[in-house]
């Protein structure tokens, strides 16, 4: 299939198409440059300069010194390092943490682990739009919390969580704070002293690097357990030679991110919102998420009177997007974020998510909104001729 025949793709909350440039800049590592940057020869001259100009390139973007970055293979490995090797170090100070209801996986399901290790685990829940308060967390803290993980921007309704907020009050308790940045990184201003962040992870394939690598910020003095055990790479915080390919990748989209940051986010913004426009026209839909404090490219939808599959199905040839919520002949398994913020039922049922990308064009949310909106309507018109 050319091109020009895929559908158009607004499901950039997935992942990213890798940026021309990135690709040029990992070219020569991966014809030439093959050099183990901890060789002491000529051959791992480059590869260990081009490490640290990636590390640079990555701290820049939020505000960080480059000592402060430690690559990892994704946003995964970098949330699993922040908040398993911070619970085990504190552990004897206590072992109560706190997360949110509405997290990745890679955090939730990290949280559930540490529950077979004794922790205890207090999940926050959200309001309507899928936020945090900081009351709410304030109030949850005991003597023996140690650690909260709360996402920076939600990956499926694109909420901004008040993280600056929750690092005052947990500063102030001495609890230590991880947020989970791998969808806000290059979408929205991330500086992790605004933030007052102690870790922050960084998903390569969400800013159009490679997949299979990410970083994770940790602040001067905090000092998680490894979980990872070898060499001694990544200043001792992560063992196994680097991958340097990758970790030039993402140094450059860090750098492109940085450099192009302000037309990037009005691209995004301006095609969310026409697609949001063109749909709400001819679509009985709803908005997840909060109206405002949300990504500039995400847009999560309820369609009423339809599912998401089946929507989804019948624009298969034009558009590519994420479901909201799986449906399975009659049984509909919610989202556990759609079901968090209390959608009822007869709209969680068509939950869509559409995230657009720096590349996204009018025309191609042009076509895409006429497919849905056409999808729609037979859709509608179909169910009610069953009914009757």
């Not at 949850?140 to 920076?152: F, G, N, W």
Request: glycine share 8%; with cysteine; hydrophobic share 40%.
């Amino acid at each position: 299939m050319s091109s020009a025949e895929r559908p158009i793709y607004l499901d950039y909350n997935a992942t990213t198409p890798h940026d021309p440039e990135v690709v040029q800049a990992m070219r020569p590592f991966l014809e030439s440059e093959f050099g183990n940057p901890s060789s002491s020869h000529v051959y791992g001259s480059r590869p260990r300069q081009a490490v640290a100009d990636a590390r640079q390139h990555v701290a820049a973007l939020i505000g960080a010194a480059p000592e402060n970055i430690v690559f990892t293979s994704g946003g995964t490995e970098s949330n699993n390092y922040a908040i398993l090797g911070s619970a085990r170090a504190l552990r004897q100070k206590g072992h109560h943490i706190i997360t949110s209801n509405i997290e990745h996986p890679a955090v939730s399901e990290t949280f559930t682990a540490l529950e077979s290790e004794g922790f205890t685990v207090t999940r926050l829940p959200v309001d309507e739009f899928g936020m945090v308060a900081p009351e709410e967390f304030e109030s949850a803290i005991r003597p023996d919390t140690i650690l909260v993980s709360i996402m920076h921007a939600n990956n499926e309704i694109g909420t901004i969580e008040p993280i600056e907020a929750i690092a005052r009050i947990a500063s102030r308790h001495g609890v230590l704070v991880h947020t989970d940045a791998a969808q806000s990184v290059g979408k929205i201003p991330v500086d992790v002293t605004a933030l007052g962040v102690d870790m922050l992870t960084i998903a390569g394939h969400k800013l159009y690097a490679p997949k299979g690598v990410g970083a994770l910020y940790l602040r001067s003095g905090v000092e998680p357990q490894r979980i990872m055990h070898g060499g001694g790479q990544e200043g001792g915080y992560r063992a196994g030679t680097e991958n340097v390919l990758e970790v030039v990748g993402l140094g450059a989209a860090c750098r492109i991110a940085k450099r192009d940051f302000d037309r990037n986010r009005q691209a995004m913004l301006s095609s969310r919102d026409l697609l949001h426009e063109r749909i709400t026209a001819d679509c009985d839909v709803r908005l997840n998420g909060h109206p405002q404090l949300r990504l500039p490219n995400t847009l999560n939808v309820s369609f009423r009177g339809v599912t998401s599959d089946a929507l989804i199905a019948a624009v298969a040839d034009v558009v590519a997007v994420s479901v909201g919520s799986a449906c399975h002949s009659d049984a509909v398994a919610l989202s556990p974020v759609i079901e968090a913020i209390g959608t009822a039922m007869e709209w969680a049922r068509g939950t869509i998510r559409f995230s657009t990308g720096k590349l996204t064009t009018a025309a191609e949310i042009e076509r895409a909104a006429g497919a849905i909106n056409r999808a729609y309507a037979s859709l509608v018109r179909g169910s009610t001729q069953t009914q009757n």
